[in-house]
């Protein structure tokens, strides 16, 4: 029998578990002599009040009794608990010891995606201010780096979505390329079965049938990495048919002479075959895209995740630019961001190659304005460093020796993962920030105790670009302290404190907003007090009068001549970089289950979520099966040129013959990136998650 509720308390927030950001309410319940939590969602423009399961058990991982409460030392392997002085000296001697000795960027910097957007602020302000190490990036370079290399080289700017999600519904025709947001970001699919219902045609293209695909008029099952090759069989369609909108190109693109002659110079047929997709389904696409009154095109990492993933994004982007189905209702792109702050992450300097605003760290007028706002001589700004895993190959060359670690587990979300434990293991000294000892954090010299969700305030920009205030609910556990203060802590310590001298959340913020200014990025005019009363401001806000964006490259695109870049993106032998041998004959293909996020840290502590998928598998078609000798619901072995794990296997009709799918978000023995392989985009640096080469064995000759 149901126990009465006596008294109930309630706590607006936000779900730290995708790029909606969908708003919630913590209930809090007493019922006799103990507290019950119950999250329920809250009306906002994303998600209109609907939730997923992870939103709804968020609150598990945030009151579990394993939540880090003091920093923690490691003192002969064993981690022993310490007082915040103690562990911050000890951070302070081994910081200056290691930049004595080893020199200033021996020390680096190791990001995240799921912080908040002054965290994310301040940590790019931390590296380069108070320890002038060039080396900082984050674990978005592994999500979205892709999409927002090929928008900012297309457009002149990177917003994940040109439109925002109220559009979809009135779109007549939809690509959905490498995503599969039933399960990733599952209260937006409600838009997109509006605009079925309201007539729209939606193509998707995936090796894999899923959720997603499901809600598809047509799917199209290309071969993994191919991506690129097929946006080139459907522009060649469009081309010549005379699909194009001619007045568009001619006003507002660049370069399409120069991608038209090669795309011309294509054969469908040959492309069918490289892609593994049909001509007439190529042709029959294209078709319907070009003579559809409006359409949107949506990628995330299945196009994304590749060697070529930029290039991919950019010819995806072309589609778009040859139809003139953008800058207009209803017409648009989108890169479906996955982390929770995935879009504000990569927008106020954690990136390598970045600073605030969106502004670069190698151009001399940007490099001037960022040092005026933090009062710093610009000859004192570190210049451009490198990638997330080009700062763990810098560990093995003996150049970084120190790390940083904010909210990161990269021993797990890393491709070639035994490289980058042992990477990390050869640290002379490492420092983690985190709600749990995570796999990652199991090997810090330091770990300090982080706020979760509930007890962060801050802004976080969802998918669209909309800026929103995420308040603080509870007070943090024990001595646990937000990623900022944390942040403040280690500067003052280290002889930095009148740059980091921020009491609340809203006075970096407040930073943020000057800092940005006049960037592509620009969030000068949105202050707390506009988005407690607005809800939510989507960028760029240059002003305190302006009301935001909805609808980007309306009259102009971002490039100082106004429009948008073609490039030619040509089909390439050498993409994917690793493909299928006789001695690694399949596919290994890998991304999320709905219950789960990034390595699973956060939602593998929630009972609810664990239970629902408590342990890794290997999705594979029953006749490969059979060919394997692999039966449903047995262990196998898959097994790369880089190590080998053991999961179990799951039979489905759904998946290429010539593709395994396996999730990413277990950890060890589990651990799927331990066999992907390391190669990267040459462009953004992106690793190519999405196709590796593998062979499997069942565990037991069955
Ligand atoms: Fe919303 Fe994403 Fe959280 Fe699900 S995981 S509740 S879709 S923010």
Known sequence: KQQEVQSEKSYDTQCPFCSVQCKMQLLEQSIVTRKKYVTIGKDNPASEGRLCIKGMNAHQHALHNERLKFPLLKINGEFIQVSWEQALEHIKENFYEIQAKDGLNALSVYGSASITNEEAYLLGKFARVALKTKYIDYNGRLCMSAAASAATQ??????????????????KCIILAGTNIAECQPTIIPYFEKAKENGAFIIAIDPRETATTDLADLHMKVKPGKDAALANGLLKVLIEEDLIDHEFIRKRVDSFEEVKEYITSLDLEEIAHMTGVSADQIRFAAKTFGQGESGMIFTARGVEQQTDGSAAVRNFLNILLVTGKIGKPNSGYGAITGQGNGQGGREHGQKADQLPGYRSIENDEHRSYIASVWGIDKGDLPRKGVSAYEMIEKIHEGEITGMFLMCSNPIVSNPNADFVKKALKKLKYLVAVDMFVSETAKLADVILPASSYLEDEGTMTNLEGRVTLREASFPSPGHAK?????????????????????????????????????????????????????????????????????RLFEKAFAHPNGKAAMTLVPNSPNVPKEEPTKEFPLFLTTGRV??????????????????????????????????????????????????????????????????????????????????VSKELDPVCKMPGFKVSAVKIAPLVES
């Open 154 to 171: 297309t457009f002149g700017m990177d917003r994940g979505l040109t439109n925002s999600l109220s559009e979809i519904p009135f779109t």
């Open 482 to 550: 937000h990623d900022w203060q944390i942040i403040c802590e280690i500067a003052r310590v280290l002889g930095k404190g009148e740059y980091f001298s921020f009491q609340s959340a809203e006075e970096i913020f407040n930073e943020l907003r000057v800092a940005s200014r006049g960037g592509t990025a620009d969030y000068y005019g949105i202050t707390y007090d506009r988005l407690r009363k607005e809800g939510g401001i989507l960028w760029p806000c240059p002003d305190i009068e302006h009301v935001g964006t909805k």
């Open 594 to 675: 709905m219950s789960h996020y990034l390595t699973g840290v956060q939602t593998r502590k929630s009972s609810s979520l664990a239970a629902r998928n408590f342990e890794s598998f290997m999705e594979i078609h029953p006749k490969t099966a059979k060919e394997y000798h692999i039966k449903n619901h047995t262990l196998v072995k898959i097994e790369s040129k880089r190590g080998s794990i053991i999961v179990r296997s799951k039979w489905s009709e759904k998946i290429r013959q010539d593709t395994i799918f396996v999730p990413f978000h277990w950890a060890d023995s589990q651990n799927i990136n331990l066999l």
